[in-house]
Antibody
Framework: EVQLVESGGGLVQPGGSLRLSCAAS????????MHWVRQVPGKGLVWVSGVHSDENSAIYADSVKGRFTVSRDNAKNTLSLQMNSLRAEDTALYYC??????????WGRGTLVTVSS | DIVMTQSPDSLAVSLGERATINCKSS????????????LAWFQQKSGQPPKLLIYWAFTRESGVSDRFSGSGSGTDFTLTISSLQAEDVAVYYCQQYYSDPLTFGGGTKVEIK
């Protein structure tokens, strides 16, 4: 089955760190751009970061640049997001998404990150 | 950054009637090199992840009902649901993939009148 499954979310204090993972299955992971998109419950979608299939090229939203690092392991079909210096405004449901030419065609169900003291 | 503005924020339509959602980009998302509009539409039902409906402004994703159609070019786009069904109740988002950062519209909530 073609799917993406996120994990790693949870409650973290402001200034803390968290690492999200996305396990991909059922498709040739190494040939797609992969992204993180977040959504505050009840609010809109916000793109966070993306990484090229070659594992080397990454792009970020300004709001997370310098704090978040996206990476992937094509051998393990896994996408990751290392989140440091977390702020209350980073609280959201984080989705993993597969794109073809930046068209988001496949989404996971998300993992919830809550930043609070 | 390209700002995507959707209207209306919400609309209520009777079953079987047409629903129209508008999306405006702050700059053109039409690439002259290939004459393609880098614009997608998503449907998000309550408690679910987004689902791709349309890309390249009017190309329907495989398996998506032909009730859904996209139109427009440049900076102005429209998603039309030709005959609203109960299962179409959702929030709809437009998104540009013309340039980084990738940006979404604020969403339009569609309900049954």
């Amino acid at each position: 089955e073609v799917q993406l499954v996120e994990s790693g979310g949870g409650l973290v204090q402001p200034g803390g760190s968290l690492r999200l993972s996305c396990a991909a299955s059922g498709f040739n992971f190494g040939t797609y751009w992969m992204h993180w998109v977040r959504q505050v419950p009840g609010k809109g979608l916000v793109w966070v970061s993306g990484v090229h299939s070659d594992e080397n090229s990454a792009i970020y939203a300004d709001s997370v640049k310098g704090r978040f690092t996206v990476s992937r392991d094509n051998a393990k079909n896994t996408l990751s997001l290392q989140m440091n210096s977390l702020r209350a405004e980073d609280t959201a449901l984080y989705y993993c998404s597969r794109s073809s030419g930046w068209i988001f065609g496949l989404w996971g169900r998300g993992t919830l990150v809550t930043v609070s003291s | 950054d390209i700002v995507m503005t959707q209207s209306p924020d919400s609309l209520a339509v009777s079953l079987g009637e047409r629903a129209t959602i508008n999306c405006k980009s702050s700059q053109s998302v039409l690439k002259s090199s290939n004459n393609q509009n880098y614009l997608a539409w998503f449907q998000q039902k309550s408690g679910q992840p987004p689902k791709l409906l349309i890309y390249w402004a009017f190309t329907r994703e495989s398996g998506v009902s032909d009730r859904f159609s996209g139109s427009g070019s440049g900076t102005d786009f429209t998603l039309t649901i030709s005959s609203l069904q109960a299962e179409d109740v959702a929030v709809y988002y437009c998104q540009q993939y013309y340039s980084d950062p990738l940006t979404f519209g604020g969403g339009t909530k569609v309900e049954i009148k």
